[in-house]
């Protein structure tokens, strides 16, 4: 069974840092890109960061370019988001998914998610 | 970039036939045939229904299609069922390594 379970969230104040990890099982990780992908309260979802198997490729959504680092431990099948400068609108839930390959960034697979609130 | 358009709500009786729109550009939905669809159910995970424009995963009921005409893509769901009351969101590809999702539609079953 393919299981993505996401931890790390939490409160932290503006300009502060979060790391956001996620533990995979039931499939072989290092085959797969993986995404991260957030929700705002309320809101509707939106695409945050990609990276591919070996860590050589990385795109990031515009407004978090510089400020979150997206990378993985194939070893440890494990993704992670490392989020520095952090605002209110980075408040949301942040789900990590497996991409489905050549299928232009389908996730067919979603962990839970973790709520990170941004606040002072 | 802006999130593609979604009607905000949509609505249907048991049986019935619901079509969601998702509108985009020729830079996106009108550029790939990489249109997704998911389903979210309160406080849930989203799930993948359908992906290239009109693929099912394993797993996912035929009664959910998926369609494209130019810069906008469809989902339908027939035989409309008590258990499809969910939100439902697109997404698309973006050639400058990016993916948009459209901002979300309430479906309710009446």
């Known amino acids: 069974e393919v299981q993505l379970v996401e931890s790390g969230g939490g409160l932290v104040q503006p300009g502060g840092s979060l790391r956001l990890s996620c533990a995979i099982s039931?499939?072989?990780?290092?085959?797969?890109?993986m995404n991260w992908v957030r929700q705002a309260p309320g809101k509707g979802l939106e695409w945050v960061a990609i990276?591919?198997?070996?860590?050589?490729?990385?795109y990031y959504l515009d407004s978090v370019k510089g400020r979150f680092t997206i990378s993985r431990d194939n070893a440890h099948n494990s993704l992670y988001l490392q989020m520095n400068s952090l605002r209110v609108e980075d408040t949301a839930v942040y789900y990590c998914?497996?991409?489905?390959?050549?299928?232009?960034?389908?996730?067919?697979?979603w962990g839970q998610g973790t709520l990170v609130t941004v606040s002072s | 970039q802006s999130a593609l358009t979604q009607p905000p709500s949509a609505s249907g009786s048991p049986g019935q036939s619901v079509t969601i729109s998702c509108t985009g550009t020729?830079?996106?939905?009108?550029?790939?045939?990489?249109v997704s669809w998911y389903q979210q159910y309160p406080g849930k995970a989203p799930k993948l229904m359908i992906y290239?424009?009109?693929k099912r995963p394993s797993g996912v009921s035929d009664r959910f299609s998926g369609s494209k005409s130019g810069n906008t893509a469809s989902l339908t769901v027939s035989g409309l069922q008590a258990e499809d009351e969910a939100d439902y969101y697109c997404?698309?590809?973006?050639?400058?390594?990016?993916?948009?999702f459209g901002g979300g539609t309430k479906l309710t079953v009446l």
């Open positions: 998914a497996k991409d489905l390959p050549r299928s232009g960034w389908s996730n067919d697979f």
């Open positions: 039931g499939f072989t990780f290092r085959n797969y890109w």
């Open positions: 990276i591919n198997e070996d860590e050589s490729v990385k």
């Open positions: 020729s830079s996106d939905v009108g550029g790939y045939n990489y």
């Open positions: 290239e424009v009109s």
């Open positions: 997404s698309s590809y973006v050639g400058s390594n990016n993916l948009l």
